[in-house]
């Protein structure tokens, strides 16, 4: 992999490959004192509610298996970074929007639902007006930067403080490829957005490094092609569309792990230019896969494309009849039977799943590494 050997060659101190080693392992270091994460609705940890309180992830059954009430986030209980803060040893990251200025020292979630890695001009500009928020990447890092004065006044305060932080940056990059895909744009324009969504995240990350920023984890694009809204949207009587072993559209996971090559190609880049820092990828696409090839190997017998709340139609997803978006749509019974939670984002379980993944997978890799 990519990363690993990048990580070898850099020569890291021992004292950060210990620091890492001893947290991701599961909380027993505690050497991470903060998390501060970027993205969308597989992140938002409540942002939402500050912005449009009719959104649907606001409304019933969200939230109803763990938190028992809708926090805003975009699933039936715990998102990734909700098991990341959790297996670190931190509270759930607060979300920016909401924060009492006087206790950000553990972190702060700047993620919103729908954000883009691309600026909202990008999309209008191209006639994608269906682009429902403008807290692109750039404006979640304005707020960071707004925020910088309460963390730490001066560049060595600051680098102290954030070497023990951990910057999640993503998943972001998805919305910008949802938005044409489900407005049925042309497959050749959207591969056109990659390397521009690409050139946003790195900036982003640069952007952090300067501020201080050392541990970076940067998810990439799920399984698009496995997902309910997808599915329903390119639906198709064509079966050699259909991978047989998943059942999820061959090309659009295609599309799909091309960002994700093109990623962790940058990454890499970003790496060698900055050997102090670890930047690590997390494997998103290849943790669901896992599941979506081996569903009852997870307890995920209810299907893996089939949505637990939803409006109905093969795969439980109507964009005009969506999760909570009426008391009528009711959720399944056993969510955790699920991989799909609302057609688009993944149950708990799901997300479980990933996280346990990432959280093992960085650990292996670091220790095989010192
Ligand atoms: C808020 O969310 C609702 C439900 O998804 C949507 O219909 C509405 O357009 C949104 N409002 C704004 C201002 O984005
Ligand atoms: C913010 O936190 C401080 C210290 O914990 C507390 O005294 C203050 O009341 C809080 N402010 C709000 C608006 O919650
Ligand atoms: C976009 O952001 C600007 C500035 O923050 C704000 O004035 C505007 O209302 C926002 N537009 C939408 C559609 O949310
Ligand atoms: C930074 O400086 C400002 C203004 O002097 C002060 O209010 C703030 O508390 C300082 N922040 C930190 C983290 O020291
Ligand atoms: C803080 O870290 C940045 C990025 O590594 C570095 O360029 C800068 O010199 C550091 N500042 C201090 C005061 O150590
Ligand atoms: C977004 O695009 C889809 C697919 O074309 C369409 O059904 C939907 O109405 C659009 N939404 C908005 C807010 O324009
Ligand atoms: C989707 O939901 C709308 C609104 O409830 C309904 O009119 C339509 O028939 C549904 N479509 C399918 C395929 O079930």
């Known amino acids: 992999m990519a990363f690993c050997s990048s990580l070898l060659s850099s020569k890291l101190p021992f004292i950060k490959l ?24 597989l992140t938002d940890t409540g942002n939402i509610f500050f912005i449009n309180q009719s959104f649907q992830s606001l409304f019933p059954p969200y939230g109803e298996t ?10 039936n209980g715990r998102l990734v970074i909700d098991f990341i803060a959790e297996s670190l040893g931190l509270p759930f990251v607060q979300p920016y929007l909401g924060i009492n200025i006087t206790s950000i ?21 191209r006639g994608i007006d269906n682009v429902s928020t403008n807290f692109s990447l750039r404006v979640q890092l304005d707020w960071f930067k707004q925020i910088l004065p309460s963390l730490c006044n001066t560049s060595s305060k600051c680098n102290e403080t954030f070497e023990r932080s951990l910057f999640l940056m993503g998943e972001i990059g998805g919305n910008d490829y949802n938005y044409p895909f489900f407005m049925l744009r042309n497959i050749e324009e959207i591969q056109t957005f990659v390397p521009l969504v690409i050139k946003a995240i790195a900036s982003a990350i640069k952007e952090l490094i300067d501020l201080g920023a050392v ?44 960002h994700n090559e093109e990623l962790q190609k940058e990454l890499t880049r970003i790496q060698a230019l900055y050997p102090h ?34 409006g109905g139609g093969p795969y439980n997803y109507n964009a005009s009849a969506e999760c909570g978006q009426s008391p009528l749509i009711r959720a399944c019974d056993d969510p955790s039977q699920y991989v799909s939670w609302d057609g688009i984002h993944l149950t708990e379980a799901a997300y479980r799943l990933i996280a346990n993944a990432i959280l093992e997978e960085t650990y292996i890799q670091y220790h095989s590494s010192s």
Not at 24 to 40: A, E, I, N, P, R
Not at 231 to 253: F, H
Request: glycine share 10%; proline share 4%.
């Open 215 to 258: 541990t970076v984890m940067v998810p990439g694009n799920l399984p698009i092609g496995c997902s309910a809204a997808y599915l329903t949207y390119y639906e198709t009587a064509d079966k050699e569309e259909y991978d047989p072993e998943t059942g999820c559209l061959t090309w659009l996971n295609k599309f799909a792990e091309y």
């Open 18 to 41: 210990f620091l890492l080693l001893a947290t991701l392992k599961g909380g027993v270091g505690q050497s991470y004192t903060s998390v501060f994460s970027f993205g969308d609705s």
């Open 66 to 75: 763990f938190f028992h009430y809708p926090t805003g986030r975009c699933c």
């Open 105 to 125: 020292e553990e972190g702060v979630n700047f993620a919103v639902v729908g954000a883009t890695a691309l600026d909202a001009s990008f999309f209008e500009e």
């Open 277 to 310: 820092t670890n930047i690590i990828y997390a494997n998103y696409y290849n943790a669901a896969m896992r599941f979506y090839r081996s569903p009852t190997q997870y307890g995920f017998t209810g299907g893996t494309r089939t949505a637990c709340c939803g």
